[in-house]
């Protein structure tokens, strides 16, 4: 065994790293650590993402990684507090959102679904009408299950809260 140690460390030191690095980001910091992003949800269509922690003004279109804050983070679900998101800016200071229904529109243009309910069945109500204020974005995901501003207990991210923004490789 020791052999197989000596003959194989190089692997083994790269899989040492790889949880040290998911360890350190599930249990200390949550926001990326590498330049990397990874993404394993159907929120995005993009699986691998480069992190560009170069500050500047975040427009619409802009894709990002925050740190989730929403109501739903202090009650519904705490273990999604501080949690970096991967969302697309759909709206930004200024813009009024709308709600017909179910649909959610930013300046008029459909940007979404909401859903009912929960993947585990807890309802969904869609947000309020607001013109999004000074220091607020509409995020949201491509896919329709993406938990993101369409819903009141997910609602506005506040710019202070982006952590980067990230261009997609894959």
Do not use: C
Request: glycine residues 8%.
């Amino acid at each position: 065994m020791l052999h197989d140690l000596r003959r194989h460390r190089v692997v083994f030191a790269l899989v040492a790293g790889v949880w040290t690095l998911a360890l350190i980001r599930l249990f200390a910091h949550h926001v990326p650590v590498l330049p990397l992003l990874f993404n394993w949800t159907p929120s995005l269509p993009y699986k691998v993402a480069f992190v560009d922690y170069r500050s500047g003004a975040i427009v619409r279109g802009d894709l990002v990684v925050y740190a989730f804050e929403g109501p739903a983070g202090l009650q519904a679900y705490p273990g999604l507090r501080h949690q970096a998101l991967f969302k697309r800016v759909a709206g930004v200071a200024g813009d009024v959102v709308t709600v017909r229904g179910r649909e959610v529109f930013v300046n008029g243009v459909p940007v979404g679904l909401a859903k009912t309910h929960t993947f585990d069945r807890r309802p969904l109500e869609p947000i309020d009408p607001t013109v999004i204020p000074a220091g607020h974005l509409y995020v949201q995901g491509t896919s329709p299950d993406s938990f993101d501003s369409r819903y009141s207990m997910s609602g506005l991210v506040r710019v202070q809260d982006v952590k980067s923004r990230v261009i997609p490789l894959l």
